[in-house]
Nanobody, 124 residues
Framework: VQLQASGGGVVQAGDSLRLSCAASGRTFSSYRMGWFRQAPGKEREFVAAISWSGGSIYYADSVKGRFTISRDNAKNTVYLQTNSLKPEDTAVYYC??????????????????WGQGTQVTVSS
């Protein structure tokens, strides 16, 4: 599976962005998908994850209520709607695909494939 993330940009606090992650291959629907982010000098941190059907969703506490993960298996794409952005949300956002069955899929080591990342910068 090859992943291509897009949709990042430079926004002001309170704005929204919709990140997309397009996957190649016909087995996309069999993967659980996740979003992580990494700020300069910090470790990569979990943001959100979604099961293959979309029936199970998990969020980091820091984004709960502001971010929404979703997927469209017909389009081989997973989305991250980010609302009410804060300066502390500034990071490179990565999408990833996992075959792991251990929830909530919040550890990078659970993921098998990674996209190249898209930069989100939130100014105050």
């Amino acid at each position: 599976v090859q992943l291509q993330a897009s949709g990042g940009g430079v926004v002001q606090a309170g704005d929204s962005l919709r990140l997309s992650c397009a996957a190649s291959g016909r087995t996309f629907s069999s993967y659980r998908m996740g979003w992580f982010r990494q700020a300069p000098g910090k470790e990569r941190e979990f943001v959100a994850a979604i099961s293959w059907s979309g029936g199970s969703i998990y969020y980091a506490d820091s984004v709960k209520g502001r971010f929404t993960i979703s997927r469209d298996n017909a389009k081989n794409t997973v989305y991250l709607q980010t609302n009410s952005l804060k300066p502390e949300d500034t990071a490179v956002y990565y999408c990833a695909a996992s075959k792991s069955t251990i929830v909530p899929l919040s550890f990078p080591r659970q993921y098998d494939y990674w996209g190249q990342g898209t930069q989100v910068t939130v100014s105050s």
